[in-house]
């Protein structure tokens, strides 16, 4: 068995069958410390909470280092905010550090940063036709068409996107090729800010030895 999926050490690719995945973004509005009365992500936040609640009580993050590691900061936010734990992946057992079973798995990245001239990254008329490609991938889990140098360009965090597939083929009950149960559920898909947000989830395949 390999030790890890690319881009990801340590994370084990024996998952235990059953486990549910998510993916939201890494934005920094989720984080406590930017709490205000009004929240300016309400609809993003809720939408994130509902699918970190459903990963159970231990969740590993997965995120990449871009940003400075926001990504996990916020990942591993959400996480605490749902009552639940982060933990780190024993790459051996699919089991956290302490030994605790992994109940779930948390995937952090989002699209572009350049869809409107007030942007991060100021607008970039490719960014759309990036996000819709970037949206069909999640839906499908292919993400052979999306190229990394446009995606660096355009301020996208895709890297621990792209191991969706694996994860959710090995986690949700899928197969070594890929296959799934059902498409994923999009809860919320947007470009508040000019950024391109998706939250989205992939339910456990049906136990069907039963």
Known sequence: MSAGLPGLPGLPVGLPVGLPVALVPGVRALLPRYASIEDPVAELRAACLKVVGGLGPRVAVIASDASGGSGREV?????????????APDPAMGRSQAHDPISGVLVVGNGSA????????????????????????????????????LAAELWADVEAMRCLPELVARGSGGDADGNVSGPAEILYRDAPYGVAYCVARWAPAPDVSA
């Open 75 to 87: 990942g591993e936010a959400l996480v605490a905010a749902a009552g639940a734990e982060s933990c």
């Open 114 to 149: 350049k869809r409107t001239e007030k942007a991060p990254g100021h607008l970039d008329e490719r960014a759309e036709a990036f996000d819709d490609a970037l949206l069909a991938a999640v839906r499908t889990l292919d993400f052979s068409a999306i190229d990394a140098d």
